[in-house]
């Protein structure tokens, strides 16, 4: 019966994690940016075409994404998602909703493309690493979800979409100040 430890090289992977944690805590999901659009006049009818117009975005740039991740490093590519979904939420609060949406997608499939690479790379126990990383989306997603939420509700969509907006920019930029290896 053999103790499990992770491996010293994988806890410098953390970091990272952890900023990308922190970037999805305030990160809107597609959940709120449909009930934007709803309140933007869009008819429910109308809604599923934004989802459509997401996974389309999804489907048709994850292959280049992946490419990008290899040729260019995984902390380029997630710079560039980071850098679309702090546009998608600009856009959205805009009233742009379709490039919300667009932003949207390009966020979720390059930051997942590129975290992914990142930990297939430098991970020593992998699978423990993944373990990590979709534990940590689904906590930091959800505690940002009831956050957003709470504000939303007691504070107005003005006030929530600043709250995710300023999020967002903070934690993309402290790390760019800290080292410009950091994604």
Not at 5 to 34: C, N, Q, V, W
Not at 50 to 62: E, P
Not at 164 to 183: C, D, Q, R, Y
């Amino acid at each position: 019966d053999k103790k499990y430890k992770f491996a010293k090289e994988d806890f410098r992977l953390f970091p990272t994690l952890f900023i990308y944690f922190s970037f999805i805590f305030f990160m809107m999901g597609d959940s709120f940016f449909i009930i934007v659009a709803k309140e933007a006049g869009y008819l429910i009818s109308f809604i599923p075409i934004f989802i459509i117009v997401l996974t389309l975005t999804q489907t048709l740039t994850s292959y280049y994404f992946g490419m990008m991740s290899d040729k260019k490093g995984s902390h380029k590519v997630l710079r560039l998602a980071y850098l679309s979904g702090i546009a998608s939420i600009v856009t959205i609060k805009l009233g742009f909703i379709w490039f919300g949406f667009i932003f949207l997608g390009i966020f979720t499939v390059a930051s997942l493309n590129a975290i992914r690479s990142y930990i297939s790379v430098h991970a020593v126990n992998k699978a423990s690493i993944y373990g990590v990383f979709y534990g940590g989306i689904a906590i930091f997603s959800s505690l940002g979800a009831l956050s957003f939420g709470y504000i939303w509700q007691n504070f107005g969509q003005s006030s929530a979409l600043m709250f995710s907006l300023v999020g967002t920019i903070i934690v993309f930029i402290v790390p760019l100040m800290k080292s410009n290896k950091e994604i």
